[in-house]
């Protein structure tokens, strides 16, 4: 149980792009997600958090503006790039947490999509 | 703010050793401690979770330990495989529940 699941797991697009990455939670209600961020050989980076039905609580230096998110339902979370460009490229990992489980303290991690911008 | 390190940033071994990796946090006033693995290109998977007012954890062939008060973790593998090549990152939680992730430790066993 407890598993997570995100799509695409990989997308390469042009730069100027928006880009919208999903996060299920697939056999139980997250209602918190989260979304990191992971640059290639350093850790991951909390970008925002998301509780269902309300506003993401962005963290320090990420723009809300560029990192759209939204969810708007207890299994569903989605991360839209705007207007990609080339540093955005990363490796965007989601985490939930929330009922339907044993632990509902404990994170559940999803595979993550590995984002190109050409 | 807290901090988050972890040395050695790389290591490989020949199969069969027992190692250690070491963590350290700037912050002792943690929720809890928890140590993952992550496969290239892959998501993170969960090894051990030490909660703050535990010692240590242990679970097969691994070993966690946690000092709050000098703001240390190691975690133990004992008789290695190739299997367990990964990166292992080390996160702690203060009580806003947040993650704050180590940079990692790479791990390679040769055979």
């Known amino acids: 149980g407890a598993v997570v699941s995100q799509h695409p797991s990989r997308v390469i697009c042009k730069s100027g792009t928006s880009v919208k990455i999903e996060c299920r939670s697939l056999?139980?209600?997250?209602?918190?997600m989260f979304w990191y961020r992971q640059f290639p050989k350093q850790s991951l980076m909390l970008m925002a958090t998301s509780n269902e039905g309300s506003k993401a609580t962005y963290e320090q230096g990420v723009e809300k503006d560029k990192f759209l998110i939204n969810h708007a339902s207890l299994t569903l979370s989605t991360l839209t790039v705007t207007s990609a460009h080339p540093e955005d490229s990363s490796f965007y990992i989601c985490?939930?947490?929330?009922?339907?489980?044993?632990?509902?303290?404990?994170?559940?991690f999803g595979p993550g999509t590995r984002l190109t911008v050409l | 703010k807290q901090e988050v390190t972890q040395i050695p940033a790389a290591l490989s071994v020949p199969e069969g050793e027992n190692l250690v990796l070491n963590c350290s946090f700037t912050?002792?006033?943690?929720?809890?401690l928890q140590w993952f693995r992550q496969d290239p290109g892959k998501g993170l998977t969960s090894l051990l979770l030490i909660q703050s007012s535990q010692r240590e954890q242990t679970s097969g062939r691994l070993n966690a330990s946690l000092d709050k008060s000098s703001g240390r973790s190691t975690l133990y593998i004992a008789a290695s495989q190739p299997g367990d090549s990964a990166t292992y990152l080390c996160?702690?939680?203060?009580?806003?529940?947040?993650?704050?992730f180590g940079p990692g430790t790479r791990l390679s066993v040769l055979p």
């Open positions: 912050d002792s006033a943690i929720y809890n």
């Open positions: 985490s939930a947490k929330g009922q339907g489980i044993r632990e509902t303290d404990t994170q559940y």
């Open positions: 996160a702690v939680k203060d009580y806003g529940q947040n993650f704050v």
């Open positions: 056999d139980f209600q997250a209602t918190t």
